[in-house]
């Protein structure tokens, strides 16, 4: 089992940033990939950006240039640094661990707010 617990989000107006964090604990070694998803009101949950064990990353078409997601493998800890808000990123991030075997745990999420 992977336990993850989102911490980071608030209000911002447009143009700011944030940086989210995702704090691992449990099963850590069975961890491939780490991910960040969102979900607006009325939306579908959609993938924000993931890292592999590897270091390889891939973002949404949204959120290119703007978002940077990071992991550090010894805190057991992965970032969102959004730039660059815009209204249409308001969402509840998730954070979400992929493991070895394709099973997904996903963390309670976190309420971010892009307002004037």
């Known amino acids: 089992q992977v336990q993850l617990v989102e911490s980071g989000g608030g209000l911002v107006q447009p143009g700011g940033s944030l940086r989210l964090s995702c704090a691992a604990s449990g099963s850590i070694g069975s961890i491939n990939t780490l991910g960040w998803h969102r979900q607006a009101p009325g939306k579908q949950r959609e993938l924000v950006a993931a890292?592999?064990?590897?270091?390889?990353?891939n973002y949404a078409d949204s959120v290119k240039g703007r978002f940077t997601i990071s992991r550090d493998n010894a805190k057991n800890t992965m970032f969102l640094q959004m730039n660059s808000l815009k209204h249409e990123d308001t969402a509840v991030y998730y954070c979400?661990?992929?493991?070895?075997?394709?099973?997904?745990?996903w963390g309670k999420g976190t309420l971010v707010t892009v307002s004037s």
């Open positions: 890292v592999t064990s590897g270091g390889s990353t």
């Open positions: 979400n661990a992929r493991s070895y075997f394709e099973v997904d745990y």
